[in-house]
Each structure stands twice: as structure tokens, then as C-alpha cells.
């Protein structure tokens, strides 16, 4: 069976996680709440890491926000990473009161001296920085210099910080290149990743709502863990953020980065359908959010997309006619009446469930 072989880069201590260094593939996102009011933005991170979320991001737009990270960062289940524009003097108020990772754009927060500054800070307290270089925020310079923010423009800031934190020995940074535009957003990453070891946070920003932004994501993030590139992911949406960790995870299982258990497979709709499929694949879905066992499950809609497209998946069903074939590994094993394919499934996902924990 292929495998991607993932590329070879430092790792970096983000709390409890390591980021790099062949450490699994993390999954983060940001809370959208007042950081501020600490009950509200708890009570996101806990619904963010009961969907999978492994690291979580918080603004720190001000001195309470800043000040908040103390009572959040002790009660959080996952390590919290201050997000900082334009005021360095937050970031520093945002480690000391507990940030595991600072995420700044250095060309918004007074340039490379302040950078070295912070570095040392986040050096002392065991913390990491983020150096997110973004397409909208690119220093003038390099816009000049390229003509607009092309991927060699943001590869050259990201490697200019990268070589002023190197020069006081920092080196528990994490890079992000974005930009909203899919190509540029691939393009900067793999030149970045032929230049330097560092770990990729890889990410396509301001992607859009839940479907359009889901599309690029899988686009921009999916291509370029194809090809090995990348330690951690954020798929940015204009979603509820538990929306993004789902997406998240399906983009690392549909390419066998991680797996996140059972995986559904569904025929599309079209004309020989004799049942309501749409509404039959839902239930399915639903079914299989009560199971942790790494199994695949199809359901088909006729006898074309049957046992023999679906061989591969561990159990299925083909339904019409007012029942359900039920198979496994494409061999049928019993036919039951179509209001009884949800228990029929239901016993088949027990026994494979039983067999994945070994009981």
C-alpha cells in the first residue's frame, strides 16, 4: 500500500505537543469567542477538543485578553497559543501569564528587534513562536521588490526572521505561509520546504464559508500533504471553529495521515435509486459517530454500485426494492427488509467493533 513519505524537519515543543520531527499530524483551530470572557471561550475549547482539536489558538487583541491566558491556560485540556498583531508588549504579557506558543507576523509588531526580544522571553518560559508570514500583511519591501506578494516574497520574510531568531539560537518556531489564494499558498510552502527544516503550520486563510472554504482547504492543505509537506493544519472557515476540526480530520484520513474511525462510503444519487439515499447515508452517519474502531462502512443506492464497487469496505449495504443486502468485504451475507438495515448494520459494526479492541 503507498504511503506518503513525510518530510524530515526539527520538532518543536508546543506544551504537550510536539509539532515536527515526525510527531503526528496536529490539528488546531481558533476559538472566535471574547478571550476575555474566560467562561464563554472554556467552554469553546472543551467543545473544540471533544471534536478532536489538539491545539487552540486565542486572540489577545488587549490587556485583558492578555491577562485572561492565566485562568484559561490552567483550565484548558490542550496548550493555548496567543495570537498577537501589532502590540509586542502583549505577547510578552500573553507568555507570562501562560501561553504555550506565541503566533505573531513580525512585520506587524515593530520589526526584528522586537522578534529577538520576544524569542528570548519565549526562550526563558519553555514556550515557541509561530512566525506567520500572511500575503495581506507582507512587509512593503518585499512587495516592491516582487511586484505583489508571490510565494518567493513571502519565502524571503519567513527566511529573514527565521535568520535573526537563529542568531540568538532560537529555533522552537513553527512557519506559516498563506494567503487566500490556493496556488500562491502551495507555491510558498513547497519553495519554503526545499529551503529549510523548520515545521510547516500549513493553512489557506481567509478560505470562506463552510463549503467554499472546505474546498480550498482540501485543495491547498490536502496537495501539499500529499507530497509530505507539513506538521500541523488550521483550516480556516467562516463556520462554527468546531467545523474546522471536522475538516481537519477528514482531509488527514482521506490520505491515511491519521485515522479518526470508521470512514463512510457513499454512491452518489442518480436515476436507478429505489430508496431515499441521501437520507439512508445521514442515518449511517450517525450511526457510525457512536463507533472508534478504524473500519470502513458503504452504502449503496442500486445494484450497479454494489458489493463489487464497495469490496473494499468492511461492511456495507446495497439497498432498493424496499430492502437492504447486507456484506461484508463484498460477499453478502444476509438481505433484510429495509426498515430493518440500520440494526442489521448496527449488529455488523458491534462485532467489528469488538474485533478493532481486541475483546
Avoid at 526539527?10 to 471574547?34: C, D, E, F, W, Y
Avoid at 482547504?217 to 500533504?225: E, F
Amino acid at each position: 500500500m503507498f504511503a506518503i513519505e513525510r518530510r524530515r524537519t526539527v520538532p518543536v515543543r508546543v506544551g504537550t505537543v510536539t509539532i515536527g520531527g515526525g510527531a503526528p499530524l496536529s490539528i488546531q483551530s481558533m476559538t472566535n469567542t471574547k478571550t476575555a470572557d474566560t467562561e464563554a471561550t472554556l467552554g469553546q475549547i472543551e467543545r473544540l477538543v471533544r471534536a478532536g482539536c489538539e491545539l487552540v489558538r486565542v486572540a489577545i487583541p488587549d490587556e485583558a485578553a492578555a491577562r485572561s491566558l492565566g485562568v484559561l491556560a490552567r483550565q484548558s485540556p490542550v496548550p493555548l497559543i496567543a495570537d498577537i498583531h501589532f502590540d509586542a508588549r502583549l505577547a510578552h504579557l500573553a507568555l507570562e501569564h501562560g501561553a504555550a506558543k506565541i503566533r505573531v507576523n513580525p512585520g506587524n509588531i515593530g520589526g526584528k528587534e522586537k522578534l529577538r526580544a520576544l524569542a528570548l522571553d519565549a526562550a526563558a518560559r519553555g514556550a515557541a513562536i509561530r512566525i506567520g508570514v500572511n500575503a495581506g500583511s507582507l512587509e512593503k519591501s518585499l512587495l516592491k521588490k516582487h511586484g505583489s506578494a508571490t510565494a518567493e516574497a513571502l519565502v524571503e520574510s519567513a527566511l529573514g526572521y527565521l535568520q535573526e531568531l537563529e542568531k540568538i539560537s532560537f529555533n522552537n518556531v513553527v512557519i506559516s505561509l498563506k494567503a487566500s489564494d490556493v496556488v500562491t499558498t502551495i507555491a510558498a510552502n513547497r519553495l519554503f520546504a526545499s529551503k529549510s527544516d523548520y515545521p510547516l503550520h500549513l493553512g489557506v486563510t481567509e478560505a470562506g464559508t463552510l463549503a467554499e472554504g472546505t474546498i480550498k482547504a482540501a485543495v491547498g492543505i490536502g496537495t501539499l500533504l500529499a507530497e509530505g509537506i507539513g506538521d500541523t493544519l488550521r483550516v480556516s472557515l467562516t463556520a462554527d471553529p468546531v467545523e474546522e476540526v471536522k475538516v481537519a480530520r477528514r482531509i488527514l484520513q482521506a490520505l491515511r495521515l491519521r485515522e479518526f474511525g470508521p470512514e463512510l462510503i457513499s454512491c452518489p444519487t442518480c436515476g436507478r435509486c429505489e430508496i431515499d439515499l441521501v437520507g439512508l447515508a445521514e442515518q449511517v452517519a450517525g450511526l457510525l459517530a457512536e463507533y472508534r474502531g478504524n473500519f470502513k462502512v458503504a452504502v449503496m443506492g442500486c445494484v450497479v454500485n454494489g458489493p463489487g464497487e464497495a469490496r473494499e469496505a468492511d461492511v456495507g449495504v446495497t439497498a432498493g426494492r424496499k430492502k437492504g443486502i447486507i456484506f461484508r468485504r463484498g460477499k453478502v451475507v444476509k438481505t433484510v427488509p429495509q426498515d430493518k438495515i440500520l440494526e442489521a448494520l448496527r449488529h455488523e459494526l458491534d462485532e467489528l467493533e469488538k474485533l478493532s479492541s481486541g475483546r
